[in-house]
């Protein structure tokens, strides 16, 4: 079983899947810390890189898409990464689209250019071109990346609804909307 700690940020929505996932994949020794400031991380973590994990032995891991993969195979509940290869390629898809480009489009808007009107409003574009592209997929398919929720599901849910504010309300994409009541009903566990 696993055992470490995962380091995070508190106030990012980025990182809103944590406490939940781990809950549900009963990882119950695995602690999160909030922050980046700690002896035992600056020692670890010289990149100061967050989300960050170190095992109880300490084998250290950095990245989202790669510290979700691990902690679900570790868990052994493995529908979650998708069970064929097609499916954990999309499944991975998936996590490294909403976590590079999505993410990338709310930061730019939020806290990199938010007083340059112009670079704003393309970065405003872009995460609208996104949300758009997510609600266009939800269009054919119930979940994202299989025919069952998985980390793409959880991991898309918690950070789009953590930043959709930057790119105006989901209200109005009626195949997000959908797949929110879905994924609520379905795993009420991450439930806003």
Do not use: C
């Not at 909403?98 to 938010?114: E, G, R």
């Not at 980390?151 to 609804?161: M, N, S």
């Not at 504010?165 to 439930?191: L, M, T």
């Amino acid at each position: 079983m696993v055992q470490g700690t995962l380091y995070i940020h508190s106030s990012h929505a980025r990182f809103y899947w944590a406490a939940e996932l781990l809950k549900e994949l009963k990882l119950e020794d695995v602690k999160i810390v909030f922050g980046r400031d700690s002896e035992e991380f600056i020692k670890n973590f010289p990149l100061n890189k967050a989300p960050a994990f170190i095992e109880h032995d300490g084998w250290t891991l950095t990245e989202t898409p790669a510290i979700l993969e691990y902690l679900i195979a570790a868990s052994g509940n493995t529908k979650l990464n998708g069970v064929t290869l097609r499916e954990k390629a999309k499944v991975l898809q998936w996590v490294n689209f909403i976590n590079q480009d999505f993410f990338k489009a709310s930061s730019l808007v939020n806290y990199i250019v938010p007083d340059i009107e112009d670079k704003r409003a393309e970065w405003i574009a872009k995460g609208i071109e996104i949300i758009e592209h997510v609600d266009k997929t939800l269009a054919t398919r119930k979940w994202l990346a299989t025919d069952e929720i998985t980390i793409a599901d959880i991991y898309t849910y918690k950070t789009l609804l953590g930043y959709t504010d930057s790119f105006g309300k989901v209200d109005k994409y009626e195949h997000i909307q959908r797949w929110i009541k879905d994924f609520e009903s379905a795993a009420p566990i991450y439930k806003e």
